[in-house]
């Protein structure tokens, strides 16, 4: 079982990234999924999480109104639309799955002009 995240890379303040997270190995539309970000030096927080059918939706503060998660269990896979995005969400991006807390390898984010 594995989770491949893509779609990060650099971004200039204000715009936009969607990240994937592709889901292999195990019944993906079991399991509700979520997404991390890890600044070197800190814990690593959660951004979003989303239920095993797509119903529920759940952000942190410092990303609510910008940051939208989706899953299409039919591709197994879930994303992070990102957007009006800070310099301050620039981190290292992961994804998570119920299924044996399941870690992907990260993606990062960088916003910077």
């Known amino acids: 079982a594995r989770l491949v995240e893509s779609g990060g890379g650099l971004v200039q303040p204000g715009g936009s990234l969607r990240l994937s997270c592709a889901a292999s190995?195990?019944?993906?539309?079991?399991?509700?999924m979520s997404w991390y970000r890890q600044v070197p030096g800190k814990v690593r927080d959660l951004v979003a999480t989303i239920t095993s059918d797509g119903g529920s939706t759940n952000y942190a503060d410092s990303v609510k109104g910008r940051f939208t998660t989706s899953r299409d269990n039919a591709k197994n896979t879930v994303y992070l639309q990102m957007d009006s995005l800070k310099p301050e969400d620039t981190a290292v991006y992961y994804c998570h799955s119920q299924f044996r807390s399941l870690w992907g390898q990260g993606t990062q984010v960088t916003v910077s002009s």
């Open positions: 190995g195990f019944t993906f539309g079991y399991y509700d």
